[in-house]
């Protein structure tokens, strides 16, 4: 018996479903199949669907075993919140007013007038803001800026200005700038401050209509590619001066994440999507890329006043779900609804994803999608080639106590997987198994040190981590 309860609250859907008296309709393991999978990935997460799907002599469907995954660049290639920015700046779809946008822009900077550093002009965020804020009342007051599609017609207009590229390019300037000087608690929550203004539902739209439009563009190879916009050489009142930003243009959900999130559905396994992105758009490329069996989506918010979003992060709902917010939130809404057991499977990405990918008791398989990482995500695919090495088995690795970690390799070049582990960058001409970082991390495992306790040293050998509660702790 499945229990099936269906609640909404702030944007997330949590899905759960009873059916008294419910037999499964399949005797045997739905499969992955794709030719597009690394050999090893694929045997490991058939294995896993193998051992803890409906099929298991132990599997209880009132219990039913749950993955969770990160999206940004796991479930996606590369990310759906940064590409949603781009769209959004292009079509002008804000709904915050003109005398608001400065405090928007700098809503959560510890200190606003904090020198940036030499790779940032020695400028400052109240200046850039400043500068943007200014540009975008111009693009208000002449009609362009609507949180619905009512503009459109006049995009030519003023993609083609002055105003526009001004106010694009330093906010654009600015979310890179934030990121790369800032902890990740500020810069995350940062970017969905755009949001200001509307509602769930106008989010949800302004992301489904983003996501439905690359979803074709993706399909040529020639979408993906690095892009520049930079801001007029002589701008009236501009205080910052020309600036120039460089983004990654591509997002995609790939054939063969579709294909493991059906399986998983069907072998009776759950699938939670847990995000640092904000939580309609992730529900909004749920439905845009048409990923199956998703049961659930945790993923940041804001508060609300008179139904419509605010500058404030909502921490009375959970934490923010970047870095150890997303085990905090995963235990807060999701475990509740599995007698508090934790995810057999995870998937993961970067740094933000190490501590929910660690912590777990019960988890068995972390899929990592390779990205090359120096961060703490790099030491989990330096484990990841270790046990390869060692050609250890999913039952191995459980008998050790130890989570199986495993490698998939893409070519972002195109935005399609590939059946080995290497990863070749958007932009770059040769593939990458592992950082520098990565492979002295894989020396020292080879050297003696286990895979427990190089996760325990996490803190140590990035300084990413203030603390660590430990390997299989939860």
């Not at 499969?31 to 045997?43: C, E, F, G, Q, Y």
């Not at 007051?141 to 949180?147: L, N, Q, S």
């Not at 993706?218 to 001066?241: I, L, M, Q, R």
């Not at 599995?338 to 970067?350: K, T």
């Amino acid at each position: 018996m499945r229990l099936f309860k269906s609640m909404f609250c702030a944007g997330i859907l949590l899905a759960v479903f009873t059916v008294a008296g419910l037999a499964q309709a399949q005797d045997k393991v739905t499969l992955l199949t794709s030719k597009n999978w690394d050999p090893i990935v694929k045997a490991t997460l058939n294995d896993t669907m193998t051992r803890f799907g409906h099929t298991a002599r132990d599997y209880d469907p009132s219990i039913r075993p749950y993955a969770v995954f990160d999206f940004d660049n796991t479930v996606s290639i590369l990310d759906v919140e940064e590409q949603l920015a781009i769209y959004q700046l292009e079509h002008l779809r804000f709904a915050i007013k003109p005398d608001k946008m400065y405090e928007v822009l700098t809503t959560g900077i510890p200190d606003v007038n904090m020198d940036l550093g030499k790779d940032y002009g020695n400028l400052t965020v109240a200046k850039v803001a400043r500068d943007a804020a200014a540009a975008y009342k111009r693009l208000y007051d002449k009609g362009y800026v609507a949180a619905d599609t009512s503009r459109q017609a006049r995009q030519k207009e003023w993609l083609a200005s002055d105003d526009w590229k001004e106010f694009a390019t330093k906010a654009r300037w600015l979310y890179s700038a934030i990121g790369d000087t800032m902890d990740v608690s500020v810069s995350y929550p940062w970017i969905t401050y755009w949001f200001t203004g509307m509602s769930p539902k106008e989010v949800y739209t302004l992301a489904y209509t983003a996501f439905t439009d690359y979803a074709k563009k993706s399909e040529k190879a020639d979408f993906w590619k690095k892009c520049k916009w930079t801001s007029p050489a002589s701008y009236p009142g501009s205080v910052a001066g020309s600036l120039s930003v460089s983004y990654n243009q591509g997002i995609t959900v790939s054939p063969e994440l579709l294909e493991l999130f059906a399986a998983l559905e069907a072998n009776g396994i759950d699938a939670w999507i847990c995000s640092a992105s904000y939580v309609d758009v992730i529900n909004a490329a749920v439905k845009a890329f048409n990923i199956p069996g998703v049961d659930g989506v945790v993923a940041m918010t804001n508060k609300k006043v008179n139904g419509v979003y605010t500058n404030e992060y909502d921490y009375d709902f959970h934490a923010q779900t970047q870095g150890p917010g997303k085990a905090e939130s995963i235990d807060k809404v999701v475990r509740p609804l599995y007698r508090n057991q934790g995810p057999v499977l995870v998937a993961f990405d970067s740094q933000g994803d190490f501590n929910f990918c660690t912590v777990y008791k019960d988890t068995v398989t972390g899929l990592g999608l390779n990205r090359a990482r120096k961060d703490d995500a790099g030491i989990l695919a330096a484990i990841a080639v270790y046990q390869n090495q060692k050609k250890l088995t999913l039952a191995d690795t459980m008998k050790s106590g130890d989570i199986r970690y495993v490698l998939q390799g893409r070519n972002e070049n195109g935005g399609k997987l590939w059946a080995r582990p290497e990863v070749q960058a958007l932009g770059k001409k040769s593939p990458e198994l592992l950082s520098a970082k990565a492979e002295g991390w894989l020396k020292m495992l080879n050297e003696g040190t286990t895979p427990a306790q190089l996760v325990n040293k996490a803190p140590e050998l990035t300084g990413k981590l203030k603390t660590f509660e430990g390997y299989k702790t939860r």
